[in-house]
């Protein structure tokens, strides 16, 4: 995030970030976000890009950025980034954040470790198995956060029904671009 024209820093209310955060829910059949949202503050970090940034209430840290702000000194992170603009207008979740809704979301799958490291690096992959949502949230044989995907039925003259996981944002896009 550049720094050279400044950083804004905007805290976004309850509503805002329960905004925000209403796509995953649909898409993954995430539960209440509210503990979430009522346990944490979220600040929106404005510079060459926009990054929703997400920490435990704490009146100290509060006090403490409006009084770097006052001085015209701006973190350049703060806290744990959630959600990273793209394309001006919508927000793709950070790594971070996939691993923080993979226990409330029910629209998610596991595969072994190689096809986890196919995934990793956004390669397709077909298991052996139907499933009844179009996106999810792909796990290692570990429970470890892969990426978020799309999984599309197909039939293979062998295997019979399959689906494929095709990657939307995974491990490698936060590597490369996604922070």
């Known amino acids: 995030m550049s720094t050279r024209k400044g950083i804004k820093i905007i805290k976004l209310d309850g509503s805002r970030i329960q905004e925000l955060l209403s796509n995953f829910t649909s898409l993954y059949s995430c539960g209440d976000f509210s503990d979430i949202i009522n346990q944490n503050l979220f600040y929106v970090l404005e510079g060459k890009f926009k990054q929703v940034y997400m920490f435990k209430k704490n009146n100290f840290l509060e006090e403490l950025l409006l009084k770097l702000s006052d001085l015209d000194f701006?973190?350049?992170s703060i806290g744990i980034p959630i959600l990273k603009e793209?394309?001006?207008?919508?927000f793709k979740p950070t790594l971070t954040f996939g691993s923080l809704i993979k226990d409330i979301c029910s629209n998610k799958i596991t595969?072994?470790?190689n096809k986890a490291e196919l995934i990793t690096f956004k390669k397709p992959v077909i298991i052996n198995n139907l499933f009844d949502f179009n996106n999810a949230i792909v796990l290692d044989d570990r429970k470890d956060f892969v990426a978020f995907a799309i999984l599309k039925p197909i039939k293979l003259n062998k295997i019979g029904n399959a689906t494929e996981v095709?990657?939307?944002l995974d491990?490698?896009?936060y590597l490369r671009e996604g922070g």
Not at 86 to 90: A, L, V
Request: hydrophobic share 30%; charged share 10%; net charge neutral.
């Open 74 to 76: 701006f973190p350049y």
């Open 86 to 90: 793209y394309n001006n207008s919508y």
């Open 171 to 173: 491990i490698g896009w």
């Open 166 to 168: 095709i990657p939307t």
């Open 111 to 113: 595969i072994d470790r």
